[in-house]
């Protein structure tokens, strides 16, 4: 499913102008890992919901060290997706 959403995102961000500059597309970078994280609500005056944990800390890498256009998985995500099927993974 999130796999999914990430492709669909792909795609949809392609028909959002950029307010900034016109004549340059808005370019995502994603990253996607698999394992424990702890949710929760924080905050009283303006409540959030929250994941922590080493799952989220790498997704979040793998996102911010990622190449723009990109949707970047571990290799525990790579190995979930091959099982799944219909996924073309790149090296």
């Known amino acids: ?3 999914d959403f990430a ?3 792909q795609q949809a961000v392609q028909l959002v102008a950029n307010p900034l500059k016109r004549d340059m ?3 995502l970078r994603m990253g996607m890992h698999s394992g424990p994280v702890l949710t929760g609500v924080v905050g009283n005056l303006m409540p959030r919901y929250c ?3 080493d799952t989220v800390n790498t997704a979040s890498r793998m996102e911010s060290t990622g190449e723009a256009c990109r949707i970047h998985c571990s290799g525990s995500v790579a190995e979930l997706l091959r099982r799944i099927g219909g996924y073309a993974l790149e090296p």
């Open 1 to 3: 499913a999130v796999a």
């Open 7 to 9: 492709l669909l995102a």
């Open 51 to 53: 994941l922590f944990g």
């Open 25 to 27: 597309a808005i370019r």
